[in-house]
């Protein structure tokens, strides 16, 4: 009976370590890819969030969220190329100082909106160079998926810019929606269109 008892306690703890090894694999996918899937726009959601504790005067609360976008954008750091890197790692010191700014009430709507945006554009640069790299491995599915979130980095954008800046974000989101849909372009063409979105990008990303 002793015996059983081990035998049922043995197949029970293994059981009990299969299911909590298959409770990992998810969040370990999420992180090996963080810019093909939700976690692209962490940074997104932590920023409008920020936004809206400082639309309340609640300065705290957004310099903790401004530091939660950092923490999401270093997270995606991990799987850009280093050009993008560069471009992020300068908007991250841009929101660092919108940190000390905000602790000191010397910020105004302005200086937020145009480090809040700034981010936004370079994730989506990042974005777009990551698109290129799956085109050229021939993965178009995420390719096409890392075009969508570029995309919604506009569309979020689209919450801080002006009305002139606006226009342009909408024609460049509109340019990706079209790359996107391609089927018939070679793989140089759909290149050298993003590439062509990126220059755009490009001049008006923070380096």
């Known amino acids: ?11 029970f703890l293994l059981l009990l370590a299969v299911i909590v090894v298959l409770s990992f694999p998810g969040e370990d996918r999420r992180m090996i890819h963080p810019m093909t899937n939700e ?16 639309s309340d005067n609640q300065e705290r609360n957004s310099i ?5 976008a950092i923490t999401s954008m270093r997270v995606l750091e991990k799987d850009a190329d280093k050009e993008s890197n560069l471009i992020i790692e300068a908007a991250i010191r841009d929101l660092k100082l919108l940190e000390k700014e905000l602790a000191a009430k010397q910020s105004d709507n302005e200086r937020i909106s145009h480090a809040f945006l ?6 989506t640069v990042a974005q777009l160079r990551e698109s290129e790299s799956y085109i050229e491995e ?3 599915a995420a390719s096409k998926v890392s075009m969508d979130y570029a995309m919604k980095h506009l569309e979020c954008a689209l919450k801080f810019s002006n009305s002139r800046e606006q226009v342009k974000e909408l024609e460049l989101q509109n340019s990706i929606h079209k790359i996107a849909l391609q089927n018939s372009s070679s ?16 001049a008006i990303v923070l380096h």
């Open 138 to 140: 021939k993965n178009y």
């Open 1 to 11: 009976m002793k015996v059983l008892e081990g035998n049922i306690l043995t197949v």
């Open 118 to 123: 700034n981010a936004l554009n370079s994730l």
């Open 64 to 68: 903790e969220y401004v530091e939660r």
């Open 39 to 54: 976690l692209a726009i962490e940074p997104d959601r932590m920023i409008v969030k920020a936004m809206n504790y400082l």
């Open 187 to 202: 793989d140089a063409q759909m290149i050298a269109q993003i590439d062509k979105i990126i220059d755009e990008m490009d």
